[in-house]
T-cell receptor, first 114, second 110 residues
Framework: EAGVAQSPRYKIIEKRQSVAFWCNPI?????LYWYQQILGQGPKLLIQ????????DSQLPKDRFSAERLKGVDSTLKIQPAKLEDSAVYLC????????????FGPGTRLTVT | KQEVTQIPAALSVPEGENLVLNCSFT??????LQWFRQDPGKGLTSLLL?????REQTSGRLNASLDKSSGRSTLYIAASQPGDSATYLC?????????FGAGTTVTVRA
């Protein structure tokens, strides 16, 4: 079974530029999550999708971050414009729609904003 | 709001010693608890998942316990090896969302 795929693995941009990350979850997983992990901290949930609908985006900075999950499969997370404090690893995870709801994570995208 | 704490933040042990990693959480109304391993520059690998109705889970040299009433979980790694060097993260699930601790970074010295 293929795992969660993410691209790119690394990205370096200047502040005020835009960037997009892509995630393809495990086949058949209805729920998809995007997390932000700042160095030395645990991951923080940004947004949760159930199929192609948003379940929770309460911690997504909506003035600069956006995310979509078209057709309920892969997803993109965009930052525009980027700030220095957005430097972090962006992790995508997925889980099936049935218990025990174990989350499986992708390798992450390391973003550096200069 | 769920708060998850992992102490200590870092741990260094000689090879062969047993590891004990602690996790505490403030809200006992959880669905499950997961322990993850994270290698530098990599994503998270799920090690063990304990459902709220369970007291412990075991996989090879790893054993995790859960005490919901006291808001604690412990991950035991027997006979540590240099390959066990990594950051270990604890996460609790409520409403299908995970709340993470900051992790314990383990170094096993050969």
């Amino acid at each position: 079974e293929a795992g969660v795929a993410q691209s790119p693995r690394y990205k370096i941009i200047e502040k005020r530029q835009s960037v997009a990350f892509w995630c393809n979850p495990i086949s058949g997983h209805a729920t998809l999550y995007w997390y932000q992990q700042i160095l030395g901290q645990g991951p923080k949930l940004l947004i949760q999708f159930q199929n192609n609908g948003v379940v929770d985006d309460s911690q997504l900075p909506k003035d600069r971050f956006s995310a979509e999950r078209l057709k309920g499969v892969d997803s993109t997370l965009k930052i525009q414009p980027a700030k220095l404090e957005d430097s972090a690893v962006y992790l995508c995870a997925s889980t099936s729609g049935t218990g025990p709801y174990e989350q499986y994570f992708g390798p992450g995208t390391r973003l550096t904003v200069t | 709001k769920q708060e998850v704490t992992q102490i200590p933040a870092a741990l260094s042990v000689p090879e062969g010693e047993n590891l004990v990693l602690n996790c505490s959480f403030t809200d006992s109304a959880i669905y499950n608890l997961q322990w993850f391993r994270q290698d530098p520059g990599k994503g998270l690998t799920s090690l063990l998942l304990i459902q709220s109705s369970q007291r412990e889970q075991t996989s090879g040299r790893l054993n995790a316990s859960l005490d919901k009433s006291s808001g604690r979980s412990t991950l035991y790694i027997a006979a540590s090896q240099p390959g066990d060097s990594a950051t270990y993260l604890c996460a609790v699930s409520g409403d299908y969302k995970l709340s993470f601790g900051a992790g314990t970074t383990v170094t096993v010295r050969a």
